[in-house]
Each structure stands twice: as structure tokens, then as C-alpha cells.
T-cell receptor, first 112, second 112 residues
Framework: EAGVAQSPRYKIIEKRQSVAFWCNPI?????LYWYQQILGQGPKLLIQ????????DSQLPKDRFSAERLKGVDSTLKIQPAKLEDSAVYLC??????????FGEGSRLTVL | GENVEQHPSTLSVQEGDSAVIKCTYS??????FPWYKQELGKGPQLIID?????GEKKDQRIAVTLNKTAKHFSLHITETQPEDSAVYFC???????????FGAGTTVTVRA
């Protein structure tokens, strides 16, 4: 079974620029999560989708972050405009709803 | 929301010795407690989980214990091997949504 795919793996941008991350979950997994992992910290949930509907986006900074899940499969996370404190690894995970989350390798963002 | 605290932040053990990581959580409604292992450049991977109807669970060299009254749970790794070196995260959530709140992580180093 193919794992969760994420791209790009690395991205360096200047502050106030925009960036987008893409995630392709494991086939058949209805639930998709985006987590932010700042260096030296545990992952922090940004948004949870069930199929193509948002379950929880209470921790998503909506003034600059947006996310969508097209047709209940792929998802994109966008940051516009980026701030220095957005430097982190953005992890996408998917689940079939039984508890275990399957994480991708993450997209590392550096904001200069 | 849920707050998960994890100790210690770093742990160095001799190969063959045991490693213990402890976590506490704040939300008494949480009833699902997974442990994830994250290797450098990879996403976290589930190694074991426990639900609130169980006090202890073992899987080969790994065991997890849960004390719901005290709101703490622990990971025990016996007969440690070099490949156990990684960052370990505890997490907590409710089985209704599996929105995991992660601890800050423990960097385990197994010395040969």
C-alpha cells in the first residue's frame, strides 16, 4: 500500500511571500489532517477533514492559512503571507477512522 | 483543549538497558493514547496505543501503561537496541474524533 505523499519536501521563501503544500492520502482514507511541527516540538493540529468537509479548523490561523480537500482526496495547505514564525515542517496524515494516523514525510518550510 | 506533558526531553541509555518515558494529560474525557516514533527526516509512525478500558498493553519489547485516575501514561522499552534511537511522542485524544494532542517529544539515544 502506498503511503501518504507530500510535496514539496523543502521550500525556502521570503517573509510575506506565499507557499502551497500538497498532500495525497492513502487510498480509501476518509480522514485527513494537517499538522505543524516546529523544530523541537510535537506536531500541532491545524485542520482535520472528513471526506471533503472540515471537522475542525480551530487552530488554523485563518488570516493567513487556508486549506482545502478536493473531491475528498488530495488536499492543499496554503500560507499567504508567510511570517518568520511559520518556519516548520508541515505534516499531512490520513486515517481510516480507527485511531492510527499515517503520516507523510512532511514539507519543510523556511521563511527568511 | 487537551494539554499533554512529556518527560524527559532527552534520554540516553546503554544498549540492552530499559527506557521509560512518562506523559500526563489534562482532559479527563480523553480515552485514546498512542505513542509515535519519529526518525530523522521522516513522519511519525505509530508504535503502540492504548485505550482507556485497558491498563497495560505489550508488544514484544514495548509496553504502555495507563493510569486514568492520575491521568498519566508511560512507555517502556526493554532490551534497547541502536535502532530504537529516535524521537518518541505521546499523544491523547477522544475516540470520537482522534484529534491527537502531542507531547513535546523525547529524544532517545541508545549507546552501543
Amino acid at each position: 500500500e502506498a503511503g501518504v505523499a507530500q510535496s514539496p519536501r523543502y521550500k525556502i521563501i521570503e517573509k510575506r511571500q506565499s507557499v502551497a503544500f500538497w498532500c495525497n492520502p492513502i487510498s480509501g482514507h476518509a480522514t485527513l489532517y494537517w499538522y505543524q511541527q516546529i523544530l523541537g516540538q510535537g506536531p500541532k493540529l491545524l485542520i482535520q477533514f472528513q471526506n471533503n468537509g472540515v471537522v475542525d479548523d480551530s487552530q488554523l490561523p485563518k488570516d493567513r492559512f487556508s486549506a482545502e480537500r478536493l473531491k475528498g482526496v488530495d488536499s492543499t495547505l496554503k500560507i499567504q503571507p508567510a511570517k518568520l514564525e511559520d518556519s516548520a515542517v508541515y505534516l499531512c496524515a490520513s486515517s481510516r477512522g480507527t485511531g492510527e494516523l499515517f503520516f507523510g514525510e512532511g514539507s519543510r518550510l523556511t521563511v527568511l | 483543549g487537551e494539554n499533554v506533558e512529556q518527560h524527559p526531553s532527552t534520554l540516553s541509555v546503554q544498549e540492552g538497558d530499559s527506557a521509560v518515558i512518562k506523559c500526563t494529560y489534562s482532559d479527563s474525557a480523553s480515552n485514546y493514547f498512542p505513542w509515535y516514533k519519529q526518525e530523522l527526516g521522516k513522519g511519525p509512525q505509530l508504535i503502540i496505543d492504548i485505550r482507556s478500558n485497558v491498563g497495560e498493553k505489550k508488544d514484544q519489547r514495548i509496553a504502555v501503561t495507563l493510569n486514568k485516575t492520575a491521568k498519566h501514561f508511560s512507555l517502556h522499552i526493554t532490551e534497547t537496541q541502536p535502532e530504537d534511537s529516535a524521537v518518541y511522542f505521546c499523544a491523547a485524544s477522544h475516540e470520537d474524533d482522534y484529534k491527537l494532542s502531542f507531547g513535546a517529544g523525547t529524544t532517545v539515544t541508545v549507546r552501543a
